[in-house]
């Protein structure tokens, strides 16, 4: 920072990187504001005024996404690209019975409840963006705009895949999805499952054709089991999108436990990712029975924050820590099953492998009906996660172990009051 003197005034130089630190913490309105002191802050402030653009199979998002991709400055300011998924599942047939069920879902709001014609303008404005997508997703028209537009956009490193993007202010349909005056239920409308899996698909493919390469890759908003990623999303040229990937959050669909084709096109997809830092895999596994273990076959020297909830298996869990000793710091484990071995077990190797300093353990099991989910206290014969969790990270005692100890001396308490009741019985 430098002072400068010019007459009878001083002025204060500020380097142009304390400047664009300054920009970033600013609102999109004090950053216009900015943009307009002088062309220094100009140049300096525009690329925090759009550093995301929105896109998905909808002519108002597509058009919106054009616009930017054909502005000179802007143009070259995006990095991170949403993808907007526009699935409505709802229970409705008819608007009259739409209309005659929102009392229910508004009891104890304090919102003010829609009339039948508010209702009915909005439920033809989303059968209208629905053929929309329609149209355009089965002639193919919204990939091929999406590739041409991105064509355009040289700095395109981030894509996030959302289904909740229609609630951001910056979204073309927003009022159409969230209305300013008052809440409204989603009309009946199920565009099947694969909603999230053709988005991916057309980034993918748009991005390899234009050589463009991403570091992070996010699944995020997820809703319900219809939100996943299918095979297809694994196979073929459109694994190459997974070779400059940093950081991957996935929701996958639970065909991955039928089929070991899915596990290996995975695991071959992730393996591509050699600079992989972060590592999010979700998929509902409940009821299912297989281990995923495979698809963490790979090293990634590099990864620092792993986040699972699928199956493991004991042993291939406890090589997948022992390769990754020296860079693994973050690790999330919910709502899986361990295959061939204990969690007493597989905590403690992880508290002599790992060197965490965050981890989070919720909804465990072994396969059996036993399942250990996180409580304030170890009544019901429950584990409490948090101890395990404060074990592996500050060591002292095992509360697997402890738990399993307390079990054998309450089997035998029992046992000697059950002999006790019988002399008594006997005596009297």
């Not at 009309?187 to 748009?206: R, V």
């Not at 991955?256 to 050699?274: D, K």
């Amino acid at each position: 920072m430098e002072l400068s003197s010019g007459g009878n005034s001083k002025r204060i130089l500020i380097p142009a990187e304390i400047l664009s630190l300054i920009f970033s913490c600013l609102l999109l309105v004090d950053i216009k504001a900015a943009r307009c002191v002088c062309r220094t802050f100009n140049s300096l402030a525009s690329p925090h005024l759009l550093d995301t653009a929105i896109v998905g199979s909808q002519t108002e998002t597509i058009e919106r996404f054009e616009a930017i991709a054909a502005h000179e400055l802007f143009l070259k300011f995006v990095t991170t690209v949403i993808f907007s998924v526009y699935s409505l599942q709802g229970e409705y047939a008819t608007v009259n019975g739409y209309y005659n069920d929102l009392p229910r879902h508004y009891e104890g709001r304090e919102m003010r409840l829609p009339t039948l014609e508010q209702c009915d303008e909005h439920w033809r404005n989303h059968q209208r963006v629905i053929n929309d997508q329609t149209e355009l997703q089965e002639s193919g028209d919204d990939k091929r705009r999406i590739q041409n537009a991105l064509r355009l956009m040289p700095n395109i490193h981030h894509l996030v895949l959302s289904g909740d993007a229609g609630k951001m202010a910056t979204h073309p349909l927003n009022k159409i999805w969230c209305p300013s005056t008052y809440r409204i239920i989603e009309p009946l409308y199920d565009l099947g499952k694969w909603q999230f899996s053709h988005g991916f698909i057309t980034m993918s493919s748009a991005l390899l054709s234009n050589r463009q390469c991403l570091s992070t890759l996010s699944h995020t908003d997820i809703r319900s089991d219809s939100d996943v990623l299918s095979s297809l999303c694994f196979s073929g040229m459109v694994q190459e999108i997974f070779r400059n990937l940093r950081r991957v959050a996935l929701f996958i669909d639970d065909e991955i436990y039928r089929t070991s084709l899915f596990q290996t096109r995975v695991g071959e997809c992730l393996a591509i990712a050699s600079n992989l830092e972060t590592l999010e895999i979700i998929s509902e596994e409940w009821g299912n029975q297989t281990d995923l273990s495979r698809i963490l076959c790979a090293t990634w020297p590099r990864l620092y924050h792993l986040k699972l909830r699928i199956n493991l298996g004991y042993d291939s869990f406890l090589l997948f820590c022992q390769r990754h000793k020296e860079s693994l710091r973050s690790l999330h484990l919910q709502c899986l099953t361990l295959f061939g071995g204990s969690w007493g077990e597989l905590v403690k190797a992880m508290r002599t492998h790992l060197r965490l300093t965050n981890i989070w353990l919720e909804d465990l099991d072994e396969g059996s009906e036993e399942l250990w989910v996180r409580r304030d206290d170890l009544s019901g014969g429950w584990y409490r996660l948090s101890e395990a969790e404060a074990y592996v990270l500050h060591g002292g005692d095992n509360p697997f172990e402890n738990m399993q100890r307390r079990d054998v001396v309450e089997r035998l308490i029992e046992e000697g009051n059950r002999i006790w009741r019988a002399e008594v019985v006997w005596e009297v």
